[in-house]
């Protein structure tokens, strides 16, 4: 048997089992192994697993992870997100689009201090969505617009996703977290455009219902909205402020953010045994998860790498090398396309082997190419079937999931299309702040 072939056979296997409802990591697990027996006999993954997966989950960069994790949680079960979406509503004074444009902004502000994108699509899904259908929105505009603000958390640092990048391609994880500021701060005005769009067409369509209601202003202390307001800024500059002017590490980052999380949590007198215990249990949760694809990617990426399907990639390319901008093109397609069917950081623990030798042939910037697949994974968690943060929101409001699919659609679509097109063309977008640490 040809290795074409059976990489063909492998990759049918792997996506037979995929839409059978196995999770990803025994997916790649199951394909990895098969796949390595194969090529090289049961002697070579027997002596394969003995060691490879502790090494690479036995990593000191790694432990970012659960640092940013637990740093996420403290922020959650504070009670931070809670306030701070009361002090929109209340600065809003019960406008529509002025109460959407400041959840988005919210939703940059929790992507700053959480780091995990179902968190932040969860939390704000519970608190953002009635007041925004209070407002006259309807469920699946309300749904799709919190998705994607909760979705920033997959590209504005501290982002899981861009660690993982990181940690796969050997990239400065600092570095990755600063090239990705202004990106994100785009992806945000590109989702406030979008939502001003889908308002006004709804109230030309609907002239005999307003979009505005009586406003009913939210009782909430002073003291407590000054000091909510403070501790959000303090965190999100402790983090970033650390790490650019190198004060500390990013894993150092993820300890002193989770220290100042839970103390602003003290502060706020949220912590209890029940907060600390739920807080470390999510933690070790998600943590195992991440880890557990990464053992089982690493796998995975073996085989693929035996395979010689990198080289086979490249040469096939090879026509295309004098055409840089073409390749980052259907590299993006094939990304966004990867995105919508498998979990983020499974498809860059996988995909990583084979692309970043093609991208350091065309000269492409590592950082640069890590701001655009974090930005990729963005698209994917507002697209089915994946679309975790559409899932989340879902989930915690009761909205249907296809109602609202149907606008967070158009704002992937919009999102990947100037953002993409824009780095593209202007590179420094992401590759100006690096260059300045």
Not at 318 to 334: A, F, K, M, Q, R
Request: proline residues 4%; neutral net charge.
């Amino acid at each position: 048997m040809s290795i074409e072939t059976l990489f063909i056979i492998m990759f049918i296997l792997l996506l037979f089992l995929l839409f059978a409802g196995m999770y990803i990591h025994s997916i790649l697990l199951t394909v990895g192994i098969l796949g390595l027996i194969l090529l090289e006999g049961p002697g070579y993954i027997t002596g394969f697993l003995q060691s490879d997966p502790f090494i690479r989950t036995a990593s000191y960069s790694l432990t970012t992870v659960p640092l940013f994790v637990l740093m996420a949680q403290f922020i959650v079960r504070s009670g931070i997100v809670e306030d701070l979406y009361n002090i929109v509503y209340n600065l809003s004074r019960g406008k529509s689009s002025i109460l959407g444009v400041l959840t988005i902004l919210a939703g940059g502000l929790m992507g700053a201090v959480s780091g995990s994108s179902n968190a932040s699509a969860g939390a704000m899904g519970q608190v953002a969505v009635p007041q925004l259908l209070k407002r006259g929105y309807g469920e699946g505009m309300a749904g799709a617009t919190v998705a994607a603000a909760g979705s920033l958390s997959a590209v504005i640092p501290p982002s899981i996703i861009l660690i993982l990048w990181g940690v796969a391609t050997e990239t400065p994880i600092g570095q990755l977290f600063i090239a990705s500021i202004i990106p994100g701060l785009i992806i945000m005005v590109i989702i406030i455009a979008v939502m001003l769009v889908f308002l006004s067409n709804k109230s030309k369509s609907d002239k005999t219902e307003s979009l505005e209601a009586p406003f009913e202003k939210e009782h909430v202390s002073l003291s407590r909205t000054i000091v909510a307001a403070i501790l959000t800024g303090l965190i999100v500059f402790t983090v970033f402020y650390g790490i650019f002017a190198g004060l500390f590490t990013p894993t150092e980052a993820g300890a002193v953010g989770a220290l100042v999380s839970f103390l602003a949590a003290l502060i706020l007198r949220k912590v209890s045994v029940n907060f600390l215990s739920r807080s470390f249990a999510d933690t070790v949760k998600l943590t195992a998860m991440i880890l557990m694809i990464m053992i089982s990617a690493q796998i995975f990426g073996r085989f693929v790498s035996i395979s010689l399907l990198p080289r086979k990639v490249i040469e096939l390319l090879s026509t295309l090398i004098e055409y840089p901008v073409l390749i980052l093109i259907i590299l993006c397609i094939l990304y966004f396309v990867l995105f919508m069917l498998i979990e983020g950081a499974a498809v860059i623990i996988m995909t990583a082997p084979i692309v970043l030798p093609l991208i350091l042939e065309i000269g492409t910037d590592k950082i640069w190419f890590g701001v655009v697949v974090g930005i990729l994974c963005t698209l994917g968690l507002l697209t089915p079937p994946v679309g975790l943060s559409v899932y989340s929101v879902a989930g915690v409001t009761g909205i249907s999931s296809e109602k609202i699919f149907r606008y967070a659609l158009p704002y992937a679509v919009v999102i990947g299309v100037v953002i993409i097109g824009l780095l593209i063309m202007f590179p420094g977008i992401a590759t100006f702040l690096p260059s300045q640490m």
